[in-house]
């Protein structure tokens, strides 16, 4: 099995950095792809950033501001968030999956198998 544990959410101003963080736990590590998620009440979750590999791949609405990286030994993922703004106000899910994905589909909610109980981020104006 593959457990997730999020981290890292709290309330920033517009403008304000956040760093989340993802730790996977369980039988497979390093095959695995992992992504962070976003969702808003009455939303449907949205892919944000994902990584496979050497590979990253980031939704529009937070290129250069959000960046994706992954440690291999600490078996870990982090999203750091850059010049936050009152539209990144979501709760942020991490997901891992292990099974076949195309490269058009890693940021698609139904590629990943794992999922985190999510942290929230609220950014004020």
């Known amino acids: 099995q593959v457990q997730l544990l999020e981290s890292g959410g709290g309330s920033v101003h517009t403008g304000g950095s956040l760093r989340l963080s993802c730790v996977l736990s369980g039988d497979t590590i390093s095959n695995v792809y992992m992504g962070w998620f976003r969702q808003t009440p009455g939303k449907q979750r949205e892919g944000v950033a994902a990584i496979y590999v050497v590979r990253t791949y980031t939704a529009d609405p937070v290129k250069g501001r959000f960046t994706i990286t992954r440690d291999n030994v600490k078996n870990t993922l982090d999203l750091y968030m850059n010049n936050l703004k009152p539209e990144d106000t979501a709760k942020y899910y991490c997901?891992?999956?292990?099974?076949?994905?195309?490269?058009?589909?890693?940021?698609?909610?139904?590629?990943?198998?794992?999922w985190g109980q999510g942290t929230q981020v609220t950014v004020s104006s």
């Open positions: 997901a891992a999956g292990d099974g076949p994905v195309a490269r058009r589909d890693m940021l698609f909610e139904s590629s990943y198998n794992y």
